[in-house]
């Protein structure tokens, strides 16, 4: 069973930038599709970004144009590059893995492996 380990979060002011990283193991990052949801408190899970085995990338609304998913195949890493941060990105981030058939990419029991989350908290 695939573990996965974000790390990268922290505390910002508005404006600012992160990029968090999520460390599979035994799971290839090339050979499967990848994302990342948050949970802020009081609120649902959701998804903010996806990526596809065909390299299709899928976004939320409110993260378009800011945030950017991406992969390193040799380091085998996930990656979600956060500008412009606003105060409402405040959340706890998870990384996930294995998209189940007949799911959406930002679906939130879409996939089959979740990592245990790295706080993001961005001040005004």
């Known amino acids: 069973q695939a573990q996965l380990v974000e790390s990268g979060g922290g505390s910002v002011q508005a404006g600012g930038s992160l990029r968090l990283s999520c460390a599979p193991s035994g799971y290839a990052v090339s050979k499967n599709s990848m994302a990342w949801f948050r949970q802020a408190p009081g609120k649902e899970r959701e998804g903010v970004a996806a990526?596809?085995?065909?390299?299709?990338?899928k976004y939320a609304d409110s993260v378009k144009g800011r945030f950017t998913i991406s992969t390193d195949n040799a380091k085998n890493l996930l990656y979600l590059q956060m500008d412009s941060l606003k105060p409402e990105d405040t959340a706890m981030y998870y990384c996930?893995?294995?998209?189940?058939?007949?799911?959406?990419?930002?679906?939130?029991?879409?996939?089959?492996?979740w990592g245990q989350g790295t706080q993001v908290t961005v001040s005004s």
């Open positions: 990526l596809g085995l065909s390299g299709i990338t």
């Open positions: 996930a893995a294995s998209l189940r058939s007949g799911y959406g990419y930002l679906s939130n029991d879409a996939y089959r492996y």
